[in-house]
Every structure is written in C-alpha cells, then in structure tokens.
C-alpha cells in the first residue's frame, strides 16, 4: 500500500512545498515515484532501439521502422558495420550508443533501489568521457580497428557516471512539475 | 532576441555538424547534448546572464536549441533531397521490403509499405514530399529536444558546480 501511494504518479502535492517535498524524496532515497518515471522513460527509450527485434514476434511497421531509424539517425550515425546486433538482427543504434543507453538503463535500475544519493564531480564526470574519446580519436585516426566490445564499455562507463551526476536534478524537476499540475 | 540568440547559433552549428557525413561519424551523439550545453554557456558570455542557472532556465534554452536544430536540419535535408532526389528513405526501402517478405508481416506492413512507395516515386520524380518531410520533421523535433534539454541540463549542473568551488 505504502508502495503504491509512493508509485501514485498525481499524489496531492502543494506547489508551495514543491521544494521542500522534491527535496526530501530524493535525499530519503526512498523507492520514489520521480525516479520510477525517470526508470520508465528511459525503458521507452531502450525500447525504441530494438524495435527491429519485435519483427522476430510479428510486429513490424515499415513506417515506424523509418521513423524510428531515423530518429536514432539522429544521434547515432548507423553505420552498417558498426550497428548493435543480436541474433543477427542490426538494430538502430551502434555499440556505442548502445553501451550509453544500457548503462543509462542500468544505472536507473540500480537508482531505484539506492539508498544515498551519489555526488558525481565535474573531473569524475569529465574523466569519465575520456576512454570514450581516446576510442574513437584512436580507431578514427587507424591506430587500431574498430572494436564493438570497446566502444560498448567506454560508452557505458561515461553513462552510468552521467546518469548519477545529472540524475538527481532531473528527479528534482519530475517532482516539481509533478506539483505544478496539482 | 538577445535570449534567443545563443540557441539560434547553436543550433544552427549542430544541424550542419549532423547534416555533414564524416563530422557525423566522428560526435554523432554528442553534436546535439554539446550545442544544448553550449547555448546556456554563450548565454552567460553574451549576456551576462547570472550563475547559479535554474533548471528552467537550462531546459529552457536546451528546449529552443532542439527546436532551431531541428528546424535547420530538417530544412537541409529537404535541401539536399532536393537536388540529389534521392535519401536514405529511398536507400533503404529495399531492405524494409525485403524483411516484410522474409517475415510475411500481414497486410498492415504491406500497405504501409505500398505508401512508402509511393512517397520513394514522389521524390525520385519532383525531388519533394510533404510526407516524407512531416516524418523526419517530426522524428527530429522529438530527438533534437530530448537530447538539447539533456545537454542543457548537464551543462547547468557543471556551471554550477564549478561557480560554488570558486
């Protein structure tokens, strides 16, 4: 029941103790609703780039394929060989990119049932970007080849440290526009 | 206009920086977070604006830098399809035709299929579609805003972070 009512995505809150409401949930730590919104939005995103594996099941629209490709085009630059596969099927997103969302998804997982807060410096944050960079600077510039296991976990080693450096005030604001509606 | 200003470059420099194949291959998924985060700090360049920076603000200027890239890449790709009469959408097509065959998806994805088609001819003969142009409108709005908001968002918090330890 105490779950639910913390899961209750409209609870009644005031938008004159937004702050002070917004404030304590996170630093509690407690199973919140912010960081459940937070979880589903980035499982939606997750969800988008594997859209090609639903084919497997029968479900497959040309028209959201290319939508959704060229969606993810944006931010990923798909190239054939370089492209996220499983069981042979190439889905929307590089290693890399993958890497990044996974470790978005994985650190939002484990989010949910920390109990402290991690503070996340600006060196941890930007130390954290440069295995990434010096990949891509290395493979770019034909030091060494292109490998997908590489690109995975510099991409997911900068994501699970970005997600906690910026996570708490992306909690911070689902609550307060949680309160705004009320 | 002064507000708006650091977003508009910003945004503008992202949209050619995606819209360029080998800067593409280079930051791909950094070009849009980077120019979210670049505009809040033009902003304080350029205007003086005051640290620490709220929220709001950062989501703010992240969400109009998404918008102007949006709008400019949108308008380069309808540029270049245009004269090239030809894109991904046409390039692609085949394979999309391919898997619905392999898979025999149902009528659904056959008519789909049959529109896309006819939107492959509409370019390849006057180099423009409005539907072709609605979609990747659409599909750029929504990104190009998520991940500027993003940007903009670990911009403030970096900005912050580093105005509290001077």
Redesign the interface.
Known sequence: MCLLKKTYLFSFLKTDTVNQNAKSEIMSGKFSSSKIILFLLISFWCIGFIYPLF?LV?I????I?????????????Q?QDKLFEISGIKLFVCW??AG?YLGVFVAALFNLFMSKEIVI??IL?IASSIPMIVD?TLH?SGVYSYSNWTAYFTGMLFAVI?FN??AA??E??II?IRGSIH | MKNILPSFVCGFAASVL?TIPGL??????LV?PLAGGFTLFLDLKMNNSSLPIQ?KKA?WFGFLTGIFAALF?TSLDIFITAITRTN??IE??PQ??Q??QE?N??N??EE??K??KGVANEIKRTGFSVFYSV??L???L???VI?AI?GA??A???LN??AE?I
Do not use: W
């Open positions: 084919g029968g497959f629209n040309p028209m394929e290319y939508f959704l490709k060229n969606s993810y085009g944006n931010v990923c630059h190239q890399r990119c990044i410096t600006n944050f891509v770019s970005a450096y910026a005030t992306l911070n604001k307060k | 995606t593409k291959e280079f930051g791909c998924c849009i929220v989501i890449s991904d959408f692609t097509l999309s035709e898997i619905i898979m998806l149902g659904l994805a789909s299929l529109l896309m979609i990747i659409f599909s750029n929504i990104i190009d991940f993003l968002v670990m403030k918090i970096f972070k580093k330890r």
